[in-house]
């Protein structure tokens, strides 16, 4: 696709949802309440509103290399602060992907410059979790195991934030973790139990 394309693209767009809606976008200017924070990788091939069925305002979206809720990261901790406790979305996925590139490249041995810092986070997540991932011989299956563990710690980090556990208190915010498989095309919801994940959590990060 070339730049022209994007532009006949957007010009098509506009003329289809006025055709349903002649209101559509002074609707949407109107502002934006969604339910849900959707925290997913940067991957080109898992967009995050169409895989889901979703409308423009109902998922409010951060994404980067593999999904990562890292501490000390202002992007991530100020879209966390503003979903929860400005546009008080009542839930936070973090969704995952099969054959994530920033996942497969901790668990190589490479130098990547400026992506070291950031992927020694995942390389934290199999360290946390090497009993059960040296333990699969098949790379492909600890790979995929690997992609679900991240998903699983970086729904930790988001527990670990103030306001997060400050919403799950006065209105039950729920956190998600999700995974979708590229080669089938299929959102998996990893089930993760979330009040008792929340109350391991809280015995050392309580912060309310
Ligand atoms: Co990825």
Redesign the pocket.
Known sequence: MDTTQVFANNQKWIAEKLAIDETYFSDLSKGQSPEFLYIG???SR?TAEEMMGAKPGEFFVHRN???MVPNNDLSAMSVIHYAVSHLKVNHIVVCG?YY????KAAMQSADLGILNPWLRNIRDVYRIHRHELDKIEEEESRYKRLVELNVQEQCLNVIKTADVQKAYIERNLQVHGWVFDVHSGKLIDLKIDFPKLLGQIMEIYRLQ
């Open positions: 990788c940067s991957d898992v290399i593999a999904n992907h994530c590139g920033g996942v």
